[in-house]
Each structure stands twice: as C-alpha cells, then as structure tokens.
C-alpha cells in the first residue's frame, strides 16, 4: 500500500504470513506471484529475487509487555530473524527494511539488538542503518515507537540515505468519523465488557477530577488493558496492538473506535478507499495492530528508494509532510533494474518486492 501511494510500479514477487486470515487479506488486496505459508520451511535458495525485501518479524519475544524471552522464547517465534536473515544472505537484495518493536533494543541489556545488528554487518553486503521511528512523529496521531533496521547493498548505496525527520503531529479528530452523538458520563461500554466498562468509568472520573472535559475533548483510552496498566492520552491514540483488536474508547464519541478509524491511525486506506476487507472485524483489528504504519514506510521509502538507486528522487513525493515543498517535477518514473544509473533505454517500469510479515499485516 505503501509503494502503491507512492506510485512506484511493484511486481509482487512474494509474501509470506504464517495466519490463514492474513494471508486472506493480502491476496485480496495485494496477491503476489508466489505466497509462502510458512517462513521457517522456505527454501531461501530457491526463493524469488527481489529489489526491496520488506520483513516484520514476530515482535512478542521482545516486547516489554511479553515475557521477554528473546531468542529463547518458548513458541519458537525469536529465532525467526535467522530466517528472515536467510533470504537476505541468499538472495541479496538490493535493500532491506526489517521492523520490530522498540523494546528490541532494551531487552537483555541490548544483546539481542546488538546480535541482530551484527549478524546483519557479518553478511558484508550491506551498510546497515537503524532509528526508532514514532507514528505519531510521522502524519498520523498514535504512539507507536518501532524500531526500523534499512540495509542497503554497498554497491547501490549512494551515501546519502537519512531516515525521515519528524513533523508536526495533526489532530486526531481529521482520523475520527463525525460526533452523532452527544455522550454523557453514563455512555459506557456494555457490562459485559466488564474490564472496559471499569476502565472508563475511571478515565472519564479522573479526568473530570482533573479540571478536563472528556465528553467534549477527544481521549482515547486504552478500556482494555488491565486495571493497573490503563492509560488515557489527549488528541492521539495509544498504541495499536492485536490484543486491542476491538478498538479504543473515544470520550468525546462515547464509543469505540471504527476499523474505518484504526485504519486511517495506521496511515492506511479504509474500505471504500481502496482497501477490501474480507476477514471477520476481529481478524481485521488484529492486524491493523500487528502492521507496520503505512505513512512511516512512505515516508522512509521517499528516502530508501532514491538511495538504494530504486527510483528517482524527483518521482516520489511524501504526502505527510504538508510543509515540505513537493519535487518538481512530480513525475512516475519507474525504477531502475541495475545499481548503476542505466541509460534511458534500460530504465524499467516494474520493481520486484518480496515481503515477509511472519504475523498480521494488512498490506502487501
């Protein structure tokens, strides 16, 4: 979705989502020529070749809210990297872009980030680059911190690659579906819903304490974490996870928020946009917490693209930034085959992506 916002021409070489419900909204909307079911029994040497290489390995095993097992996690999704690293020493992509969450980085006093970092250096094919990238930071208004891993092969990189630098955070409301209703105090999730149901009727009580008005001012609260861990934040929405599958409470709507919504918080087009929704709301919400942002990977491909030698600079314009001044000329080219710059007549219009998502993820 991403490359397709861009206008860059995409041959989809192959995706790979071990989730049957995945795999279901990835063919529907983005079907690759070949679609793995399982990373862990792929035969790399075998695989498809492609420019750009896009990976999100299972991010549990380093999450702070997880067990933090790392490597060692017991259902064997820490050592999927290896796998990941696999393709990338087979096949040798012209460029990578690998994500996980920020907790990566802290876990284990950092070993398993330095691990990964030097297992990718090892490969010596590639200049490796890493940031911590904030959705919220990027267009659209959620707290998300990723860390993203970009390689780019030394023999393409021409130096001057930079991750996207933040911007100015808009108002959650230009995310939100109109207010219909005024809510009161007494608009609450259902008493079934009892942990919700408790979250919220404290959030609104001790915001009201606090001299705010949620029924007017838009909070968003995360209703279904645990009592302790419960968070409500102002004008952005706390992270999207898989377990939020059903939304996050909304003070100034009194409900919860659409998948229209999530979408739109995770940069990405909802249904009657462009995205064709084929799973069950569940499965759907879900995924929108497991992927990547989609307005942090445009904005990170206008950068990755022209570096890696995989598309012209002048070609790519990031719709995020409105302060930005737009490339002149906006043209759609497409991008180049070789690593160095060919002549005209080699140019080609088509570029091949090959994309691993080892859990949830909406886009191709």
């Not at 307005?295 to 012209?312: D, H, I, M, S, T």
Request: proline letters at 7%.
């Amino acid at each position: 979705m991403a490359l397709s916002n861009l206008g860059v021409p995409v041959e989809h070489r192959f995706a790979c989502d071990v989730n049957p419900h995945a795999k279901a909204t990835i063919l529907a909307n983005f079907p690759p020529k070949i679609f793995y079911d399982d990373l862990t029994v792929r035969d790399n040497a075998a695989a498809p070749k492609a420019d750009l290489y896009v990976a999100g390995f299972p991010c549990q095993p380093f999450s702070t809210a997880g067990k933090q097992q790392g490597f060692a996690d017991t259902s064997g999704r820490g050592t999927i990297f290896f796998k990941v690293r696999d393709y990338i020493a087979s096949q040798e992509p012209k460029a990578f872009v690998l994500e996980n969450v920020s907790g990566l980085i802290k876990i284990n006093g950092g070993q398993y980030f330095k691990a990964i970092l030097q297992s990718l250096e090892d490969l010596g094919v590639y200049n490796i680059y890493h940031q911590i990238l904030d959705t919220k930071q990027h267009g659209v208004p959620q707290s998300r911190r990723r860390i993203y891993m970009v390689g780019i092969k030394k023999s393409c990189d021409r130096g001057n690659f930079s991750f996207p630098e933040p911007i100015e955070k808009p108002s959650i409301e230009a995310f939100l579906e109109p207010q219909r209703t005024k809510p009161t105090m007494t608009t609450l999730p259902p008493v079934s819903s009892g942990t919700a149901r408790a979250n919220v009727i404290r959030a609104l009580k001790e915001l009201k304490e606090q001299g705010r008005d949620p029924l007017r001012e838009p909070w968003v609260i995360d209703c279904d974490s645990s009592g302790p861990r419960m968070k409500y934040v102002f004008d952005v929405t706390p992270c999207m996870t898989c377990s939020r599958a059903a939304g996050h409470w909304v003070t100034n709507r009194g409900r919860r928020m659409t998948k229209t919504e999530m979408l739109r918080l995770q940069g990405m087009k909802p249904e009657g946009e462009g995205f064709v929704k084929v799973v069950t709301d569940n499965q759907l919400g879900r995924q929108i917490g497991n992927a990547m942002s989609c307005n942090v990977l445009e904005r990170l491909f206008v950068k990755l693209l022209p570096a890696a030698g995989l598309a012209q600079a002048s070609s790519l314009l990031d719709r995020w930034d409105t302060t930005a001044a737009p490339s002149t000329p906006v043209s759609r080219r497409g991008v180049k085959r070789n690593c160095k710059s060919p002549s005209p007549e080699k140019r080609t219009r088509r570029r091949v992506v090959g994309m691993d998502q080892s859990q949830l993820i909406v886009k191709g």
